[in-house]
């Protein structure tokens, strides 16, 4: 894999990636490593390999313009990557190197959202990881993974954990990984993405920038703002599924799900599940399988009160402490 002299290297969902630009929200490794990935960030200029063969996945969901939100067709040796908005990536089928395009008015920041973001997640699948569309922070040196379809509140709850003091370990996808015999998820990137409403709830003295000039939502380094991050990957113990917010001011209500159930709710929550293989859907299943017979997954509902989010997530945080003290004693 050529290198081409790229300069900007680091770490997200356990791999490591180098860059030729700037790729928002990627921090620095402390010790170089050889990179697991490498992207090219074209631009607005050139286009990627032209391929009128039948496409590989279309999206079912369109624009107001009519276009698949989601095209992938088979390049060579690659997928190509077409999203409406404007972007084009194309993957190397070893999944090492990534090449991207934009067109106006987006730009290399929402390019990069893409890579750190849904395309690192096809590559995941394709190392074998299975990525779950969740967030997770950590609690009593363990991960606890809130999984959800967009909008569920998965990044609201995240930020909730991080004003009480919680490292966040991830926003929107946990990468989880059984090969060394034990579940483990890995860190993502050292923000977090919300709507505006969320953002002044939970962080009403600070101005949060929007997270570029075509997207409304709100931006928030952690690391820079004073929350803490977890950046090295950490044993999973719980996954709760968010569920429709409770109209009740009650706290937190969590039931246990049962393993067959539990599977079901995971399937169907892993990030890009429409894009497996033979090959992807067995390794799957087996990972998940797995992780439903030996971890506890929960159906959760929270408030749909935000004012009443800090407190559900402080008493949810005390009966995860709580359970975990438990179960090693």
Not at 67 to 85: D, H, K, Q, W
Not at 219 to 225: C, F
Request: hydrophobic share 45%.
């Amino acid at each position: 894999m050529t290198t081409r002299g790229a300069s900007f290297v680091g770490r997200v969902s356990g791999l490591v990636i180098q860059a030729d630009a700037p790729l928002n929200d990627l921090r620095p490794l402390d010790v170089p490593e050889p990179p697991d990935v490498y992207v090219r960030m074209r631009g607005t200029i050139g286009q990627p390999p032209v391929d009128e063969t039948v496409a590989w996945y279309v999206s079912p969901y369109r624009d107001q313009r009519g276009i698949p939100l989601l095209t992938i067709r088979n390049v060579g040796s690659g997928y190509l990557l077409c999203y409406a908005e404007g972007t084009r990536f194309l993957v190397s089928a070893s999944g090492c190197e990534v090449d991207a395009w934009w067109d106006e008015p987006l730009t290399d920041v929402d390019a990069a959202d893409y890579v750190l973001g849904g395309v690192l997640a096809f590559i995941a699948r394709l190392r074998g990881l299975v990525p779950v569309h969740a967030s997770a922070v950590v609690i009593e040196d363990q991960a606890i993974l809130f999984a959800g379809a967009a909008g569920a509140g998965k990044s609201s709850v995240a930020s909730a954990f991080a004003v009480l003091g919680y490292p966040v370990l991830s926003d929107d996808v946990a990468v989880i990984d059984d090969s060394s015999g034990c579940i483990m998820a890995y860190s993502s990137r050292a923000r977090l993405s919300l709507w505006p409403d969320s953002a002044a709830s939970l962080f009403a003295t600070k101005s949060l920038p929007a997270h570029s000039r075509v997207y409304a939502k709100r931006r928030l380094d952690l690391v820079e703002h004073g929350y803490r991050f977890h950046d090295r990957p950490v044993p999973v113990r719980t996954i709760c599924v968010l569920a429709g917010r409770s109209a009740s001011n009650h706290g937190p209500t969590m039931r246990a799900l049962r393993p067959q159930a539990a599977l079901m709710s995971l399937v169907s929550h892993t990030y890009g599940n429409y894009l497996l293989d033979a090959s992807m859907r067995a390794r799957e299943f087996d990972v998940l399988g797995r992780l439903a017979e030996t971890l506890t997954v929960n159906e959760l509902s929270l408030s749909a009160d935000l004012d009443e989010l800090l407190s559900d997530c402080r008493s949810l945080a005390d009966r995860l402490a709580l359970q975990s003290a438990a179960q090693t004693t």
